[in-house]
């Protein structure tokens, strides 16, 4: 079956420090892989996609994510966090065919100044 | 991407009322959409897929009497709560499929946030 691990449910970090949330799918075929970010109250971010190519992946404010098939992983990584940064992070894997999307469950950031 | 908003962005209601959430393609023809709920702290949970033109698919544990999704349109889905209850409160996400090539995608609304007092 089709699933999506988020291992850390929670990750406190200092600002400045670096980052990486960890992923790991089940998935038949090659999945479409995406990480969202939430900040409270409010609705899902995309951070970044991947689809194809090049398995290093660079999204928005600062973010990364490598796709190892050998792993069935999608980190999430920031080179150097800031105080902003403190939201619930959600990977996904997607389907290219029908309607399947799972969502892990999710892991909340603390950043410490 | 597909840009997708949701009205209202937040309503409380009495119990045993009935909500309507409108979720809407701004910018694409969305044969498919999703509803999603999220409790607190908790991830998002597929409730159904609305299909235009035809009847919703729900998940299972999800009541389609109470849960009322119409997608009349290739850009307008609504999902009416009916009779709420206080344990209907939640914040409900839909989202878009994406096209051709981006099949495996969606495009997530800005959610709206319903407390059933």
């Known amino acids: 079956a089709q699933s999506v691990t988020q291992p850390d449910i929670h990750i406190t970090v200092s600002e400045g420090a670096s980052l990486e949330l960890r992923c790991n799918y089940s998935?038949?075929?090659?999945?479409?892989l995406f990480w969202y970010v939430q900040s409270p109250g409010q609705g899902l971010q995309l951070l970044l996609k991947?689809?194809?190519?090049?398995?290093l992946v660079q999204g928005i404010k600062g973010f990364e994510a490598e796709f190892k098939r050998s792993q069935s992983s999608f980190n999430l990584r920031k080179p150097s966090v800031h105080w902003s940064d403190a939201a619930e992070y959600f990977c996904?894997?997607?389907?290219?065919?029908?309607?399947?999307?799972?969502f892990g469950t999710g892991t909340s950031l603390t950043v410490i100044p | 991407g597909a840009v997708v908003s949701q009205h209202p962005s937040w309503v409380i209601c009495k119990s045993g009322t009935s909500v309507k959430i409108e979720c809407r393609s701004l910018?694409?023809?969305?044969?498919?959409m999703f509803w999603y709920r999220q409790f607190p702290k908790q991830s998002l949970m597929l409730m159904a897929t609305?299909?235009?033109?035809?009847?919703?698919?729900?998940e299972q544990g999800v009541e389609k009497d109470k849960f009322l999704i119409n997608h009349a349109s290739l850009t307008l889905s609504t999902l009416t709560v009916t009779s709420a209850h206080p344990e209907d409160s939640s914040f409900y996400i839909c989202?878009?499929?994406?096209?051709?090539?981006?099949?495996?995608?969606?495009?997530f609304g800005p959610g709206t946030r319903l407390t059933v007092l």
């Open positions: 998935y038949g075929a090659t999945p479409y």
């Open positions: 991947y689809f194809s190519g090049d398995t």
């Open positions: 989202s878009v499929r994406g096209g051709s090539g981006r099949v495996g995608e969606q495009f």
């Open positions: 996904a894997v997607g389907a290219n065919t029908g309607n399947q999307f799972y």
């Open positions: 609305s299909n235009e033109g035809s009847k919703a698919t729900y």
């Open positions: 910018d694409f023809q969305a044969t498919t």
